[in-house]
């Protein structure tokens, strides 16, 4: 039923979300700080930027590890 490239598929779909998920979070939580508006959609962006490509990096790894 599920061959790789549906595993492929469903991992980075997963760290999509995680990742919008920290960028709310850090964005959230940089307003909440007394932020300006601007700083803090530049915190969310950076979040979700760093956390998609360091879990993008490690899946990577992962992956050549069980081959």
Do not use: D
């Amino acid at each position: 039923m599920f061959n790789s490239t549906n595993h492929r598929k469903c991992t980075v779909v997963i760290l999509l979300l995680a990742s919008l998920v920290a960028a709310l979070l850090a964005g959230i939580g940089w307003s909440l700080l007394g932020g300006e508006p601007l700083a803090a959609v530049a915190a969310g962006g950076a979040a979700f930027a760093s956390c998609f490509g360091i879990g993008l990096g490690a899946a990577t790894y992962l992956r050549e590890q069980g081959s």
